[in-house]
């Protein structure tokens, strides 16, 4: 835990091999818990990166979730963006630096990368979202933080995901880069998961952005 914060929402921190003002924040998706990505600090293997997974606030059947199901998820999303921006902001006021951050979100995860990471005040080094899908897409590009539309932003998305659809990512994706949001977008031989190559690719973008 970083020192000296109490932070709304209960997590793991795992501090860096190596002391370092850099910081991975980790959102996993519906039914999920912080342990569901306990695997990403040792296989990204950075001795200078801290980490901390989130929990989402709302249970889901023995898990957690960020938001409710459609049609009713925008209350969610809205109150777990506030706690978002109450831990960065408690996070980012001394102890890590911002513009040397990841934030690495799965499905509803990957969906509060966008939603809240767009429109956060302080830049990020890198954006990671793996499948998931924009709430609204046309009303973020109208509110994002104009600071963040040439930052790392990398989505990746299945082609055969049957949870949320691979058309609809991809084509959310394509109006947030045709209005000058500048997305780095991938697509997988794969479900609602993340696949292996796509984890060796993430790790080598991260590296490369560091």
Same mark, same amino acid.
């Given at each position: 835990?970083?020192?000296?914060?109490?932070?709304?929402?209960?997590?793991?921190?795992?501090?860096?091999?190596?002391?370092?003002?850099?910081?991975?924040?980790?959102?996993? /998706?519906?039914?999920?818990?912080?342990?569901?990505?306990?695997?990403?600090?040792?296989?990204?293997?950075?001795?200078?990166?801290?980490?901390?997974?989130?929990?989402?606030?709302?249970?889901?059947?023995?898990?957690?979730?960020w938001y409710d199901l459609p049609p009713n998820q925008l209350e969610g999303i809205?109150?777990?963006?506030?706690?978002?921006?109450?831990?960065? *902001?408690?996070?980012?006021?001394?102890?890590?630096?911002?513009?040397?951050?990841?934030?690495?979100?799965?499905?509803?995860?990957?969906?509060?990368?966008?939603?809240?990471?767009?429109?956060?005040?302080?830049?990020?080094?890198?954006?990671?979202?793996?499948? /998931?899908?924009?709430?609204?897409?046309?009303?973020?590009?109208?509110?994002?933080?104009?600071?963040?539309?040439?930052?790392?932003?990398?989505?990746?998305?299945?082609?055969?995901? /049957?949870?949320?659809?691979?058309?609809?990512?991809?084509?959310?994706?394509?109006?947030?880069?045709? /209005?000058?949001?500048?997305?780095?977008?991938?697509?997988?031989?794969?479900?609602?998961?993340?696949?292996? *190559?796509?984890?060796?690719?993430?790790?080598?973008?991260?590296?490369?952005?560091?």
């Open positions: 835990m970083p020192r000296n914060k109490h932070l709304p929402l209960n997590n793991i921190f795992i501090h860096s091999k190596v002391p370092s003002k850099k910081l991975m924040i980790i959102l996993h /998706g519906r039914g999920d818990s912080t342990r569901g990505f306990t695997f990403l600090p040792p296989y990204l293997n950075l001795d200078d990166m801290n980490y901390l997974l989130l929990n989402a606030p709302y249970s889901y059947y023995g898990g957690y979730s809205t109150h777990s963006c506030a706690l978002l921006t109450e831990i960065f *902001d408690a996070l980012f006021e001394e102890e890590f630096n911002a513009e040397e951050s990841f934030l690495f979100g799965f499905s509803q995860g990957a969906l509060l990368t966008f939603e809240f990471g767009a429109r956060y005040e302080k830049v990020l080094a890198g954006y990671i979202a793996v499948s /998931g899908y924009i709430y609204d897409v046309d009303t973020l590009l109208q509110e994002m933080n104009p600071n963040v539309n040439t930052s790392n932003w990398l989505c990746t998305h299945g082609t055969y995901d /049957g949870i949320l659809p691979f058309n609809t990512s991809k084509t959310q994706i394509e109006i947030l880069q045709n /209005g000058g949001f500048d997305i780095t977008f991938k697509s997988y031989d794969k479900d609602h998961t993340i696949a292996e *190559d796509e984890l060796m690719m993430i790790k080598e973008w991260i590296k490369n952005k560091l």
